[in-house]
């Protein structure tokens, strides 16, 4: 069965409708964890929360939610390649706390590494000497 070009141009099309389709969505979704991660975290900080802090288990909970986010955030393959800088943030903050803030008995900041490395390769920055 042998298609047109018409048909052809109108099956590409709807493919490429298809492909940012999911880009996009994909991408509202990093970003939703990405920002909730960041209320979490300034929940830490803001004065007008402070009385519910003095609560260990709202404590607790709090720090489990932002440990969680940043799992997925930094295990989900970033949708472009400049939402890596949003990686690099949850691994700086991590880092730069030295492990206040968390109740991490593991060595997850090598797991935020490699998905920051992944997602440089499959954007193709750096490997093979080669890459933009």
Known sequence: ??????????LAEKREAKERARELESRLAFEALFSEWLR????????????????????????????????RI???????AWM?????EVLE????????GTNWTDTRELVVLAGIKADLIRFGIGGNGGGS
């Open 40 to 71: 979490t975290r300034a929940e830490h900080g803001n004065p007008a929360e402070r009385d519910r802090f003095e609560d260990e288990d709202y404590g607790v909970r709090n720090m489990d939610q932002e440990a969680e986010l940043a799992r």
């Open 74 to 80: 930094t295990t989900t393959p970033s949708p472009l």
């Open 93 to 100: 903050h991590y880092l730069s706390c030295g492990g206040d």
């Open 1 to 10: 069965m042998s298609r047109t070009p018409e048909e052809i141009r109108h």
């Open 84 to 88: 890596v800088w949003d990686k690099l």
